[in-house]
């Protein structure tokens, strides 16, 4: 009898364990930041590392939203101005605007890219039940630029759809920009 009971306990544990791992997975934790006063969020997945602001050097004849790149550790990281790229004005640099570098592009050709943020302020965990559709209509930005409404404490925060953002064209672009300030005779270890 006690080796059953012990058998059934085990089983009850591995059921408890799934349904613990399954509600997990419904949750994801999102790094939020504020840009042009409005709150935004982006999968922590995606997120490699926060710098502070400094150093860009800038690339001419690059669409406006290409701020420009910087060096990383020996690395040209191509940095994108993400207000510019939603369409907003452009926002002073501030004490706290900072660049976060985010891993995009394919499993076979990643690219580091850094976005700047007025300010980051938290990783939220959000349930994907909290996660509402992007608007259809409305919205002050490119709709395909969201991929979601989370409800956070009384407020939405927008999501980020980081593939949408920096698409395939938009990574054409930014292999060209790394090519261009490699071949201007920049490299990775002379650029500021």
Known sequence: MSASNSAWQQAKANQAATAAAAAASERQQYLTFSLSGETFGMNIL???????YGQLTEVPMMPAFIQGVINLRGSVVPVINLAVRFGKAEVPVGKR???VIIEAGTEEE????GVVVDTVNAVLEIAAADIEPPPSFGARMRTEFIAGMAKVDQRFVILVNVQRVLSIDDMATLGTLTEAALDAGTGAGGLN
């Open 46 to 52: 995606t997120i490699k590392e926060i710098i502070e």
């Open 97 to 99: 605007t900072c660049i």
């Open 110 to 113: 990643p690219q580091d890219i």
